[in-house]
């Protein structure tokens, strides 16, 4: 039960032993440019089929929607102007006040520091008027995986590489993982879905079952990185060592906030929230839901303890009163 | 917001809509292509000012969590799992106080509607062909995986009672050959493993759909068990109202009148118990028209009960309102847990709020989003 996932990690919890590291993303979407590379490299190497019906859907460049069955990797477009980059700059320093380390007071944009410039990131900043966020979203290979916990086949299992990982030929497609994400990825791959009105000969492999970003285990397995993060151009996807990848951000995010870009901020970095970490880390520059994540996700059988004593509890009343309504209507 | 000198020759723009804070959804989000401005280049700008309808408190309006694929056989399996696990307790009550046709017909509800909710079940999966792989494990912390384990243990004993009943029913009829004395002798061990696995085939299903991340049924946790027990509980007695003579039901009236009862005051306690917005879908729409409906016709098999229980035609007229409130409930309770996705408002805000609510409380080290 991955609840029980402790310091060693969450694969050394599912008894894979100490040995091997926890892997996982750090998309860092500062410097993401939004070129979809990592969608298509997904999409080719896991044979993952169309997705809808090629529909323009009208929110800036992004034509793919949302993760699902047969999207694994999902580049998301946001288009903000002045108030919105302000608002978010805001929210970001109220993060710094809660505890978080301090960092140093906002240069004024446009002025040049003084001093030695070499070690000056020269990075041009966003403008104040306009700003283009761009995100690559992918499943978030939690430590606590509610689509793992409730899976009622085993068909879904913790990885060696501590990745949540589908077993296409055990899944028997019941669904209640799709329910249990919290993130909303994973989903069952139906006929609805993939019945594209382009009409392609190829055959949909895994009809029927839950489907989601394995971590490209395939390639792990033989010592090779996921094909989005080996075909992202600018290195906003990078992939290696979860603990090594969450240092690293949180480096990043303090250059950033020195910068004075105090939107800046980490997702999924904290083992103490509500799904014990993600192997996904993401640095974004504004809220969460702003990119369609959910702000406090919990994994749902964090409280399936209290559940399963409801369900005791209603059942004991049920035959509690079955009995007392036979001695009840004896007379 | 003037870039390039080309802005003069461009038309004027409207002007540009704001979102009020606290207003309404805002409308159709999906555009299509002909709307999405002429194809020459010197007009395009309008795709990008457009964009400005959508509030920034979601993504495009998109749902942040999906829901099952679960459509309507898996209500029918709510409903049915309820009524068999219900009648289950109420053959062996029936067995134990010497009503022989409410045994009788309570057996052969419970395994009846097991058979068929056990279809519907296998039916609603992506791989029917795969049913039997929900049986090479038993994991505790899956409700599907525990429920299948409950589902498939009830199945069997009931099996073995409602076999028994048939064959005195038609005369030791069934081919048993050998085994007759066998499987009459385990009735009674297989009797109180109906009455004991009963309850839990109706109460398991609140922990099925409580612990997902759907809004509406996550904020249903503490609720959903009670909820369906009760709805069980008044199909139970409603369909012993409908099938067995008044003579035998006076135990099966009581059970459906605390069953109504149970189910009206937990809906309730449920829907209060919720963020308004996670409460909305079981108030409002399909789901909403459903969940009043079930109420009402609860509510008037109880007292056509009460009143006239003891009269055959009213008490089979009740029994049959009671089994369409019961099964209108999870109807309800499904389609309002489908619904509360689409709308990512339902996930954001109540998370929003409780996140903020910790950190008023001092809790500071739980957030998912950090800063350094």
């Not at chain 2, 401005?37 to 395009?44: A, F, K, V």
């Not at chain 2, 400005?52 to 942040?64: E, K, L, M, N």
């Not at chain 2, 001092?362 to 998912?368: A, P, Q, V």
């Given at each position: 039960m991955s609840l029980l996932a402790g310091p060693a990690g969450p694969a050394a919890a599912s008894?894979?032993?100490?040995d091997q590291q926890r892997v996982g993303f750090f998309t860092d979407?500062?410097?993401?440019?939004?070129?979809?590379a990592c969608e298509v490299a997904c999409k080719e190497w896991n044979r993952n089929p169309v997705d809808g019906?090629?529909?323009?859907?009208?929110?800036s460049y992004d034509n793919t929607g949302a993760l699902g069955a047969n999207t694994w990797r999902h580049v998301a477009f946001v288009e903000q102007g002045r108030e919105r980059i302000e608002a978010a700059q805001e929210s970001g320093r109220k993060l710094v006040g809660l505890g978080m380390p301090t960092v140093g007071p906002r240069p004024p944009r446009g002025q040049t520091p003084d001093?030695?410039?070499?070690?000056?990131?020269?990075?041009p900043p966003n403008t104040q008027e306009f700003r283009w966020l761009m995100s690559s979203d992918?499943?978030?290979?939690?430590?606590?995986a509610g689509c793992l916990d409730v899976c009622p086949t085993g068909a879904i299992f913790r990885s060696e590489f501590g990745s949540v990982v589908v077993q296409s030929d055990v899944?028997?497609?019941?669904?209640t993982c799709v329910a249990a994400c919290p993130f909303g990825v994973i989903e069952r791959r139906d006929d609805g879905t993939v019945s594209?009105?382009?009409?392609?000969d190829e055959d949909v492999p895994h009809a029927g079952t839950a489907n989601k970003c394995t971590l490209c285990y395939d390639r792990l397995v033989v010592g090779e990185q996921p094909a989005c993060s080996a075909t992202c151009p600018t290195q906003s996807i990078r992939f290696g060592e979860h603990d090594e990848l969450v240092d690293s951000a949180e480096d990043r995010v303090r250059a950033l906030h020195e910068q004075g870009m105090t939107e800046a901020r980490l997702y999924g970095?904290?083992?103490?929230?509500g799904v014990g970490g993600t192997g996904s880390v993401f640095l974004l520059l504004d809220e969460p839901e702003v990119y369609g994540l959910p702000p406090d996700p919990q994994v749902?059988?964090?409280e399936l303890p209290q559940m399963y004593a409801r369900v005791g509890i209603a059942a004991a009343g049920m035959l509690a009163a079955t009995a007392l309504a036979f001695l009840g209507g004896r007379r | 917001m003037s870039i390039t000198p080309l802005d003069a020759d461009r038309p004027p723009e409207g002007p540009r809509r704001r979102r009020r804070p606290g207003a309404g959804r805002t409308g159709r989000r999906r555009r299509s292509i002909d709307r999405l401005?002429?194809?020459?280049?010197?007009?395009?700008q309008a795709v990008v000012e457009d964009i400005?309808?959508?509030?920034?408190?979601?993504?495009?309006?998109?749902?942040?969590v999906k829901a099952p694929p679960w459509r309507a056989p898996i209500a029918v399996y709510l409903f049915l799992g309820g009524l068999a696990g219900g009648s289950g307790i109420l053959a062996t009550g029936a067995r134990l106080t010497g009503r022989p046709v409410l045994r009788r017909t309570a057996r052969l509800t419970a395994l009846g509607a097991l058979g068929v909710g056990t279809v519907a079940l296998i039916e609603d999966?992506?791989?029917?062909?795969?049913?039997?792989?929900?049986?090479?494990t038993l994991k505790i912390s899956s409700p599907m995986s525990v429920g299948t384990w409950i589902l498939g243990s009830f199945g069997a004993v009931s099996g073995v009672v409602g076999a028994i009943e048939v064959d005195r029913m038609t005369g030791e009829?069934?081919?048993?050959?050998?085994?007759r004395p066998l499987v009459h002798g385990a009735e009674t061990p297989a009797a109180l493993a109906q009455a004991a696995l009963g309850p839990l085939l109706a109460s398991y299903t609140g922990a099925l759909l409580g612990d997902t991340a759907v809004p509406t049924w996550a904020a249903g946790r503490k609720h959903l068990s009670a909820l369906f027990v009760s709805s069980a509980t008044l199909a139970t007695g409603g369909a012993a109202m409908l099938t067995a003579p008044v003579s035998e039901t006076r135990p099966a009236r009581l059970l459906a009148v605390a069953g109504v009862a149970g189910d009206v005051a937990s809906l309730h306690a449920m829907k209060a118990s919720m963020h308004p917005l996670e409460a909305e879908p079981l108030e409002t729409g399909r789901p909403g028209t459903m969940l009043r409906w079930a109420e009402r016709l609860a509510v008037a098999g109880a007292v056509g009960t009460v009143l006239g229980g003891r009269h055959r035609a009213v008490a089979a007229v009740s029994g049959a309102a009671l089994l369409a409130a019961s099964a209108l409930t999870r109807f309800g309770v499904l389609e309002a847990g489908l619904e509360s996705v689409k709308d990512p408002r339902r996930v954001i805000e109540p998370q929003k709020a409780r996140l903020a609510a910790r950190r008023d409380a001092?809790?500071?080290?739980?957030?998912?989003t950090t800063v350094g």
């Open positions: 008894g894979w032993g100490g979407t500062s410097i993401c440019i939004g070129c979809k019906d090629l529909e323009i859907l009208g929110s001093g030695d410039l070499s070690g000056t990131d020269r990075t992918v499943c978030k290979h939690c430590t606590n899944c028997n497609g019941c669904g594209a009105k382009v009409e392609r970095a904290n083992p103490k929230d749902p059988t964090k | 401005g002429s194809t020459d280049g010197g007009r395009e400005t309808i959508d509030p920034y408190d979601s993504y495009y309006g998109r749902p942040v999966l992506g791989r029917p062909e795969r049913f039997l792989n929900m049986m090479r009829r069934i081919p048993l050959g050998p085994l001092g809790i500071t080290d739980d957030s998912i």
